[in-house]
């Protein structure tokens, strides 16, 4: 709410109270918020500060909406330093054995805690090794991704676009409209929801993966076949910080084309094109493939509660009768950012699968199929691990009551 | 979850309904009634309307409702004589018979037989289009007057037409006597009366003004009446020797039957309010007094131009006249007799005008109006806001009855007069309370036990406050020797004095009788209920919930003027607390805690705490976003941008017009491509608003809307807000941009309240994640129970809160359920409503489902109300989606908004400006109609009446008849799904 509010009132102090953490140890110091330096002088004080002179390492930092950035040049550097309020939280890693996917906004919503605690607290239990690498993170952040390739008709698209944290606006809007679809009884004219613009320079025109009068299909897994203009668009809103359209787009020039020999690695996709045209044939397919069509497949009903780190503001004991301070009362309260119910131990592969559209790269991935009992499996057993987990995280500090 | 599954007993049956519709019964006044009708043996009165809808209304409880499938106006309702059957005539010229038919021991209503008249091949539909009937009194013709001027006769209720006894207008037409004026047309058929004392003779009174007297037998006329002024209305006196008609030009003229004298002049003729034009007398009724002169009452032929606008009904006996002025449109009228044959004298006055059922009292001098049990306005001003309270203890009970008595003394003492049918419903399970907020500063309390929604009792809060209005205008009386002879009936004033009296918010402690209510204008006002009446000054306490944010400007009214002399309170509420915010923005969240003494209140500014007992505030904060007073122009800046976007496309209609005109104009001088470019560009406009179809942005919710400091809820509660040790009293407050603020308040020991501060401090602030409005929060004991209301324990009907558990928050946000821990805030479980189906909460109430069938079996539940009109059980403490129903059509978004629950599982909410419908989730308690109509005896009134034709005629015709509104009945079934889309 007036968390802008309270950054500033905190960046009064000229010093940046640093925490910095290397497997089981940490040293705090302090850097003058005026001159941060270069990054280069920053490692070098890492590195003597933890008296690991010739240990290779990848830096990151918590930022203020919780998520482990990384440190490896000056820009980012700097804006670490400057956005610290007013503790700047430091995670050290070895490079070689680093875990790259614990970067990022989107990872670090879905399995924070976990990688937040891998990090923190079990930095030389057995953990899987990073699954290949895509492409290192470093300065960026995934802002869309197509999503559910293999098992999608190839007409169809289904985006993902990245809110969370981003100043950018989602930047689009939908309309009614009508479609001709096939249906059992044969060419039918049925209502639909179409993209209708466009906001220049927003998060859905700068993926380039949405675009004017494509239709859209599904919101987050959910149908909108039978709903308002109103209802899909309060469905958006509603799950804007992590947005998940499938669209069938009116362009149908640039439909992700998949091979049908590598196809057949995924088992699911060496499908014939012609039938995926219709509406009709999508769901005749997915209903050949035994599951229901609203599963997104990469990210499972589950994976989409990332919304749920609500902002927990808890008043000091000393606080006056707020007659004698009214409205801006500018007790030293911080925001504590709350273990969120979605904890679970890392599963690479699911985020494996989605591409970043930002790394240029459009390396389809499988594994498609195993990613759902995958899930199934971490959120039966998590339950343990997170009351572990929250329990070490309350000893540890980070939640911080005043 | 096994958790509840294991609560639950085995095999129970859910309390919570499972049939479709929810409905019940429907309270107040039918929107836009078009047609009225009575039958004296059955005493049942039938209101049609312009929807389509036909209600009876007997005694009181006794109520019946069918729905027209044609979505027409009802025009006309006729019961059939001594029977239990009626007719409808809709304003697609369809009739419909309807009957009150037995079923398990109660009396339903069913429309039985339809019929459309149909004439020769070849006519025009004039001659077919029905616009007088006469249900014979033999119980088994229909007499169908029609705009050719031709009357069919039909037989009911088969609906066979009796071709060989219609009477044609050719027929008598040729019989007319030839210096008639000149044999023009007669016109329609504009009245069908049968002369009370021979059934064979019925007078046909056409639209010309020529009336006919025909005999049924002999197939021939008897008698022509040769009026000459347009026909309104006639009335056969009841010793069968006169006729009275009534006409366009204000007259009446009352003509002698005899004989076959054809060139009878009329007996008496006369102007009532003449001299200058007058409008048309459109119905008049003459009844005979056992001693003494008659009764003569018509409707209408006020002077045209001073009272054109009237709506009046005078009453003439002997020396008294009287023009009853009624605030709106009167639809029709009759006059109840007194006797076992109902031919006694005149006892009542019923009058069913546009917006309410009046009841005058024609035995009691000065004819005081009869206070109706049902069919009362709702909307005397319009509806503003409802509070429900359940279960009200007997003593409050009392004494709001005793503070309503002495407010209507002015009715008269007489019975209601329609007493038709048996009321069988079984009591009501216990006392309920609905107050409605109004327009005009007033609070109804309405007894809603039962199915007739009754006045109790009427607060008016524009005393504490000077308004435009003069309280000693008083429009009843006019002055002395005042011609016509006014005198103001009925309640329905739709006209407010001062808009910022409207209450928006209240709030009721049944236990210890105190009543907050808040305002238009951001008026908290604390009331106490005395038995007596007391003057006394209400001090006004300003609050200034800007708390110095600066750059913000309060464009919208100001705030109300107190009185500052001591006011007269009648017995009853009386305030003795006045909070005005400042900015006077309307009171959007009210709460009050009786135990405590303290009243809640938010507005789009904030919200605060006052200590009623102490007189002060305890607690002011500001909501308002900081980033939204960035643009200098207070929450007002979106109305005004909605404002300017308005007057903007008005301007661009408007120049698309002038310009188009302007062409036309010219069109002569212009060359043609002038118009074709104009053409040209209306086109383009055109395509233009086709090309911009509807359509919604997709944006997440930013601090930086507005309006996100709206409080939206707030909340009381003993729980655990520091500590899991120490439970605290604590207020909680929700805000349109998805924040809740927590405050714990320290009260003083009972012993030093009244000295001593009350304080709070702030202890938790959460701010959801989606920002979605937050609309409800409830704290759940260690029992996942919702926390009994203030003073519910402690008056032994609630059992105590689980304090040894750990407490539960219950946050409800436009979109999502959520539970978190307490006291440490982390979030437990959630349900997601919009994310998954596009709806989104508008109404929310915790309800107590008990079981019908174990009496010892409950469970609570959140009622829900989306935008999309469902309504949703949400099992507690685990948010689970119980049931949901299609409830109130999602376009009605007045009806959605208007939505009110009770605390075990009913619900109500307007379907008109003066209708609630009520309906219930709950299987304990259901209100519905249930109730019986015995068919009259046919003893036969009048010696003259042929003998029935079959065994129908045994003393005992005692037809038990039923309806059951809520289940199994198709009418009913019908009614409500042809509600929907």
């Not at chain 1, 209502?191 to 220049?200: A, C, D, K, N, Q």
């Not at chain 2, 077919?128 to 013709?141: D, W």
């Given at each position: 709410m007036n968390k802008n509010h309270r950054v500033q009132s905190s960046r009064s102090l000229s010093a940046v109270e640093v925490k910095s953490k290397f497997g089981a140890e940490f040293r705090r110091f302090s850097l003058d918020r005026s001159k941060p330096g270069r990054f280069d002088e920053f490692y070098g004080l890492l590195q003597h500060v933890h008296r690991i002179p010739n240990v290779e390492l990848l830096v990151g930092y918590a930022d203020v909406h919780g998520d482990l950035l990384p440190i490896n040049n000056d820009d980012n550097y700097h804006k670490a330093i400057s956005t610290a309020s007013p503790l700047l939280r430091l995670f050290l890693q070895r490079k070689e054995e680093a875990d790259y996917t614990a970067f990022g906004t989107d990872s670090l919503t879905r399995k924070k805690n976990t990688v937040l605690s891998a990090v923190l607290l079990r930095p030389d239990t057995n953990r899987k090794k990073p699954p290949v690498i895509i492409s290192l993170p470093r300065d960026f952040r995934p802002v869309s991704s197509i999503i559910d390739v293999d098992i999608l008709p190839e007409t169809h698209r289904?985006?993902?676009?990245?809110?969370?944290?981003?100043?950018?606006?989602?930047?689009?809007?939908?309309?009614?409209?009508?479609?001709?679809?096939?249906?059992?009884?044969?060419?039918?004219?049925?209502?639909?929801?179409?993209?209708?613009?466009?906001?220049?320079?927003?998060?859905?025109?700068?993926?380039?993966?949405?675009?004017?009068?494509?239709?859209?299909?599904?919101?987050?897994?959910?149908?909108?076949?039978?709903?308002?203009?109103?209802?899909?668009?309060?469905?958006?809103?509603?799950?804007?910080?992590?947005?998940?359209?499938?669209?069938?787009?009116?362009?149908?020039?640039?439909?992700?084309?998949?091979?049908?020999?590598?196809?057949?690695?995924?088992?699911s996709s060496g499908r014939s094109s012609d039938s995926g045209a219709s509406y009709y044939g999508y769901s005749s397919q997915a209903a050949a493939a035994s599951m229901p069509t609203h599963i997104i497949q990469n990210f499972p009903v589950d994976e989409l509660e990332s919304d749920d780190e609500d902002l927990v503001i808890e008043a000091g004991g000393e606080a006056e009768p707020i007659r004698r301070a009214p409205s801006n009362y500018s007790m030293p309260s911080l925001p504590r950012y709350e273990p969120h119910l979605n904890l679970r131990t890392a599963t690479t592969s699911v985020s494996a699968s989605a591409l970043s559209i930002n790394a240029n790269g459009t390396l389809p991935t499988s594994g498609s199929s195993g990613s759902l009992s995958n899930t199934n499996a971490t959120s039966t057993t998590s339950s343990p691990d997170r009351a572990m987990e929250r329990r070490s995280l309350e000893e540890d500090g980070t939640v911080i009551t005043l | 979850?096994?958790?509840?599954?294991?609560?639950?007993?085995?095999?129970?049956?859910?309390?919570?309904?499972?049939?479709?519709?929810?409905?019940?019964?429907?309270?107040?006044?039918?929107?836009?009634?078009?047609?009225?009708?009575?039958?004296?043996?059955?005493?049942?009165?039938?209101?049609?309307?312009?929807?389509?809808?036909?209600?009876?209304?007997?005694?009181?409880?006794?109520?019946?409702?069918?729905?027209?499938?044609?979505?027409?106006?009802?025009?006309?309702?006729?019961?059939?004589?001594?029977?239990?059957?009626?007719?409808?005539?809709?304003?697609?010229?369809?009739?419909?018979?309807?009957?009150?038919?037995?079923?398990k021991?109660?009396?339903?209503?069913?429309?039985?037989?339809?019929?459309?008249?149909?004439?020769?091949?070849?006519?025009?539909?004039?001659?077919?289009?029905?616009?007088?009937?006469?249900?014979?009194?033999?119980?088994?013709?229909?007499?169908l007057g029609t705009e050719g001027g031709h009357v069919f006769i039909v037989e009911v209720p088969g609906f066979r037409e009796l071709e060989e006894r219609n009477i044609s207008l050719d027929q008598v037409a040729a019989s007319v006597p030839d210096d008639y004026i000149g044999r023009r047309n007669l016109e329609h058929v504009e009245a069908l009366q049968e002369n009370p004392i021979n059934p064979n003779q019925v007078v046909i009174g056409y639209g010309r003004g020529l009336m006919v007297i025909w005999d049924l037998e002999k197939r021939c006329a008897i008698q022509h009446i040769p009026a000459t002024q347009q026909l309104e209305s006639v009335w056969w006196t009841e010793d069968g020797s006169y006729i009275l008609s009534s006409h366009s030009d204000g007259s009446y003229c009352r003509w002698m039957v005899g004989g076959e004298d054809v060139n009878d002049e009329e007996e008496k003729s006369d102007i009532p309010y003449g001299h200058f034009p007058c409008k048309a007398i459109s119905k008049i009724i003459q009844l005979p007094t056992e001693e003494g002169p008659p009764f003569l009452l018509f409707s209408g032929g006020m002077p045209r131009a001073s009272y054109g606008d009237r709506h009046c009904i005078t009453v003439i006996h002997s020396k008294t006249h009287v023009a009853l002025d009624f605030t709106s449109r009167i639809i029709d009228f009759f006059v109840i007799r007194d006797g076992l044959q109902h031919t006694g004298d005149p006892s009542a006055l019923v009058v069913l005008v546009e917006e309410e059922l009046v009841v005058i009292d024609l035995q009691t001098d000065c004819w005081p109006v009869i206070q109706t049990p049902y069919l009362v306005p709702l909307h005397?001003?319009?509806?503003?806001?409802?509070?429900?309270?359940?279960?009200?203890?007997?003593?409050?009970?009392?004494?709001?009855?005793?503070?309503?008595e002495l407010q209507n003394t002015h009715y008269s003492k007489?019975?209601?007069?329609?007493?038709?049918?048996?009321?069988?419903?079984?009591?009501?399970?216990?006392?309920?309370?609905?107050?409605?907020?109004?327009?005009?500063?007033?609070?109804?309390?309405?007894?809603?036990?039962?199915?007739?929604?009754?006045?109790?009792?009427?607060?008016?809060?524009?005393?504490?406050?000077?308004?435009?209005?003069?309280?000693?205008?008083?429009?009843?009386?006019?002055?002395?020797?005042?011609?016509?002879?006014?005198?103001?009936?009925?309640?329905?004033?739709?006209?407010?004095?001062?808009?910022?009296?409207?209450?928006?918010?209240?709030?009721?402690?049944?236990?210890?009788?105190?009543?907050?209510?808040?305002?238009?204008?951001?008026?908290?006002?604390?009331?106490?209920?005395?038995?007596?009446?007391?003057?006394?000054?209400?001090?006004?306490?300003?609050?200034?919930?800007?708390?110095?944010?600066?750059?913000?400007?309060?464009?919208?009214?100001?705030?109300?003027?107190v009185r500052e002399e001591p006011v007269l309170f009648p017995p009853g509420f009386q305030p003795f607390a006045l909070v005005q915010c400042q900015p006077p923005a309307v009171v959007t969240a009210l709460t009050l805690h009786s135990e405590w003494k303290l009243v809640a209140f938010g507005t789009s500014h904030g919200f605060g705490l006052y200590d009623y007992q102490q007189k002060n505030t305890v607690l002011i904060k500001c909501t308002l976003n900081p980033s939204d007073q960035l643009a200098m122009e207070g929450p007002l800046s979106r109305v005004k941008s909605i404002k300017k976007s308005l007057r903007q496309s008005f301007r661009r209609i408007r120049r698309s017009r002038v310009s188009l005109r302007k062409h036309h104009v010219n069109n002569t001088a212009k060359v043609v491509s002038g118009l074709q470019e104009a053409n040209a560009r209306l086109e383009a406009e055109l395509a233009e608003m086709e090309l911009a179809p509807v359509q919604r942005k997709i944006e997440a919710r930013s601090s930086d809307d507005s309006f996100t400091g709206l409080v939206r809820t707030l909340y009381f509660a003993d729980t655990f807000l520091s500590?899991?040790?120490?439970?605290?009293?604590?207020?909680?407050?929700?805000?349109?941009?998805?924040?809740?603020?927590?405050?714990?308040?320290?009260?003083?020991?009972?012993?030093?309240?009244?000295?001593?501060?009350?304080?709070?401090?702030?202890?938790?602030?959460?701010?959801?994640?989606?920002?979605?409005?937050?609309?409800?929060?409830?704290?759940?004991?260690?029992?996942?129970?919702?926390?009994?209301?203030?003073?519910?324990?402690?008056?032994?009907?609630?059992?105590?809160?689980?304090?040894?558990?750990?407490?539960?928050?219950?946050?409800?946000?436009?979109?999502?359920?959520?539970?978190?821990?307490?006291?440490?805030?982390?979030?437990?479980?959630?349900?997601?409503?919009?994310?998954?189906?596009?709806?989104?909460?508008?109404?929310?109430?915790?309800a107590w489902f008990c079981s019908s069938r174990t009496e010892d079996y409950g469970e609570s539940g959140l009622v829900v109300l989306t935008n999309q009109g469902d309504v949703h059980v949400v099992s507690l403490p685990h948010v689970k989606m119980q049931v949901q129903y299609p409830c109130i059509r999602r376009e009605d978004v007045s009806g959605i908004a208007s939505c009110v629950f009770t605390k075990h599982g009913q619900g109500f909410y307007l379907i008109s400006p003066s209708e609630f419908e009520r309906f219930s989730l709950s299987t304990c308690y259901l209100v519905e109609p249930r109730c019986l109509v015995e068919a009259p005896l046919h003893s036969g009134s009048s010696s003259q009446r042929r003998s029935q034709p079959d065994g129908a005629s045994s003393t005992h015709r005692y037809t038990q008849l039923e309806y059951v509104s809520n289940c199994d009945t198709s009418t009913r079934f019908f009614f409500s799904r042809s509600r929907r889309p």
């Open positions: 289904r985006v993902r676009l990245y809110k969370h944290g981003q100043e950018k606006p989602l930047g689009f809007y939908i309309r009614d409209g009508s479609s001709v679809r096939v249906t059992a009884q044969g060419l039918e004219k049925l209502p639909g929801i179409f993209i209708s613009r466009m906001v220049p320079g927003g998060l859905a025109e700068s993926t380039g993966l949405l675009a004017v009068n494509d239709e859209v299909l599904e919101v987050n897994g959910i149908e909108v076949a039978g709903k308002s203009l109103d209802q899909v668009t309060d469905m958006m809103i509603a799950n804007s910080h992590n947005l998940i359209i499938t669209v069938k787009p009116a362009n149908q020039r640039n439909n992700v084309v998949r091979s049908g020999g590598g196809g057949a690695a995924s088992g | 979850d096994s958790g509840e599954r294991v609560r639950k007993p085995p095999c129970h049956p859910s309390p919570v309904c499972l049939l479709f519709p929810p409905q019940t019964v429907e309270h107040g006044f039918p929107h836009q009634p078009s047609a009225l009708g009575y039958s004296p043996s059955l005493q049942l009165l039938a209101i049609g309307t312009r929807s389509g809808a036909i209600k009876l209304y007997g005694a009181p409880g006794v109520e019946f409702m069918g729905l027209h499938d044609e979505n027409a106006a009802v025009t006309q309702v006729h019961f059939m004589p001594h029977q239990v059957e009626l007719v409808t005539l809709l304003d697609d010229n369809s009739l419909h018979m309807w009957t009150l038919r037995g079923h021991g109660l009396s339903e209503l069913l429309e039985i037989g339809r019929f459309t008249l149909t004439g020769p091949p070849g006519a025009p539909p004039s001659v077919t289009r029905v616009t007088a009937v006469l249900a014979h009194t033999s119980g088994e013709l229909l007499l005397s001003s319009a509806i503003t806001c409802s509070h429900h309270v359940s279960a009200i203890p007997l003593k409050l009970w009392e004494r709001v009855i005793a503070a309503g007489k019975p209601w007069p329609i007493t038709g049918g048996q009321n069988l419903a079984p009591d009501p399970p216990q006392r309920d309370l609905l107050l409605t907020g109004h327009e005009d500063g007033t609070v109804h309390f309405w007894d809603a036990s039962g199915v007739c929604l009754y006045p109790l009792y009427k607060l008016s809060t524009a005393g504490v406050f000077h308004t435009d209005a003069d309280p000693n205008d008083n429009m009843n009386q006019g002055a002395e020797g005042e011609w016509p002879p006014f005198r103001k009936v009925g309640c329905f004033d739709p006209y407010s004095d001062d808009p910022r009296l409207g209450i928006q918010k209240i709030h009721l402690c049944k236990y210890s009788g105190y009543l907050t209510v808040a305002g238009t204008a951001g008026q908290i006002l604390v009331l106490e209920l005395n038995d007596e009446a007391a003057e006394q000054t209400v001090e006004a306490k300003v609050v200034d919930l800007l708390q110095g944010q600066e750059g913000f400007r309060w464009k919208g009214h100001t705030r109300l003027d500590d899991s040790s120490h439970n605290t009293p604590s207020l909680w407050a929700g805000t349109n941009g998805g924040c809740v603020f927590a405050y714990m308040l320290r009260l003083p020991p009972v012993e030093h309240r009244a000295d001593e501060p009350v304080t709070a401090q702030p202890a938790k602030e959460i701010q959801l994640m989606h920002r979605a409005p937050v609309v409800g929060i409830v704290v759940l004991d260690g029992h996942g129970a919702p926390l009994p209301e203030p003073l519910e324990v402690a008056h032994d009907l609630a059992r105590s809160p689980d304090m040894q558990g750990s407490h539960q928050l219950l946050v409800i946000s436009e979109e999502q359920f959520k539970v978190f821990t307490l006291p440490k805030v982390s979030a437990k479980m959630k349900l997601k409503l919009t994310a998954v189906d596009g709806s989104r909460v508008r109404r929310v109430g915790v």
